[in-house]
């Protein structure tokens, strides 16, 4: 097995135009020399986003003495691109509510608060209230902050804060599936690009198994069949399929470039066998186990540790996340939970027996999907993630890209 090290020290060797990349996978010496008035002890990348010769941008969970922890980001920039450094100077200046930015201008580097985050300006309107308590779930440099926020008084609620330009079509997302068990809407700020939902008490399906567990994929499998039956909504994109594997390939090819012709003829012949989309249904659009909360009674009774009761009224399973809604083949929201599946260890197999139950409690609610197409769309899943080790900087992540391109040919073959 290849450490982690050693694979971050062999990217760096081959991208030189990233002076600070190698800073940037291992942090703790770039904060500390950056910013050591932040007091951090400990400095661990959640998240990456990599663009050869351009740039790498990491989220990091920073922790200090106290054990408390914080999201920041680090940006390791190209030498052909002083102008952001410059538009993150001036993001860091504006922060007027957490620790702004510091800059190592002549390495391109660059580290900064979340309340910094140019492209998210709403981070800084919901850590502005001081009566209000913050914690911080989820952080992606440039694309979204999801936060649990309790107030005095007042259901806890989930805020999102995403690029402004992206919410119409979350919003309209959200609309499309109005009055279904999934994540409703309380508030929505454009100009802000915030996103608030009530909060929704329970437990991922994903963390849940044994007795039970079965049944729950089946409840899963009837909310989304009817997800499918929803009738398309205006404002609701619909999804490129020749776009996204072109990206998969990308993405492949820059962190592993010697699998870039196994995901390259992948590519190819997932084109050829989809070919044009028979059958466009709303879609969920990232749909895994995940992204669906089971009720605290139901999770206690698989023997899951529930620490809050449920919300009056609340279904048995309630899928969230529908920041991706829109129109697409209805297999692939099928392929999607496969691919989840594989991407997070599970051992790969034929996929309607992987998805035995969920498939089951889909078919009884009249789910639409050609289940015909739904091999080839599991390898285009899987093959969506094949760089998600190295995103989330999984210690072994030259491995386990190898590993998720192997199992898409195979789908393939």
Known sequence: MIDVASADDRLAATDPLIPGLREVLAPLGLVRRLAPGWGAVDARVTYLRYKPGTSLVAALVLTDDDGGTSFAQALALGRAAPGKLTKVRRAGDADDVGRGAVLDAERGLALTDVTADRHLPGARRVLRHADDVVTSL??????????????????????????????PALRAG?????????????????????????????????????????????????????????????????????????????????????????????????????????????????????QVIVRPDLAAATGAAVTEPAAAGQPEVTVVDLDRVGLDDPAADLASWYGELVAAGARPGDPREVLAPLLAGYATAGGPADLGRLQPHCAMAVLQRAAEPFRRHLPDWPERVAHLVAVAKELTA
């Open 138 to 167: 989820v952080y992606k440099p440039g694309r979204r902050w999801v936060a649990r926020v309790d107030r005095p008084g007042e259901v806890p609620a989930l805020v999102k804060v995403h690029r402004p330009a992206t919410v």
């Open 174 to 290: 959200y609309e499309a599936l109005h009055g279904l068990p999934v994540s409703g809407l309380t508030a929505v700020h454009g100009r802000r690009g915030t996103v608030t939902s009530p909060w929704v008490p329970g437990v991922p399906l994903d963390r849940l198994a044994g007795p039970g567990a079965a049944g729950l994929w089946a409840g899963a499998g009837s909310v989304l069949a009817e997800i499918h039956r929803r009738p398309p909504a205006g404002g609701l994109v619909q999804v490129d399929r020749a776009a996204a594997l072109a990206a998969s390939v990308a993405a492949v090819r820059a962190v592993a470039p010697d699998l870039t012709d196994d995901a390259r003829a992948v590519a190819e012949r997932l084109r050829v066998v989809l070919g044009d989309q028979e059958l466009v249904r709303v879609v969920h659009g990232d749909f895994s186990a995940d």
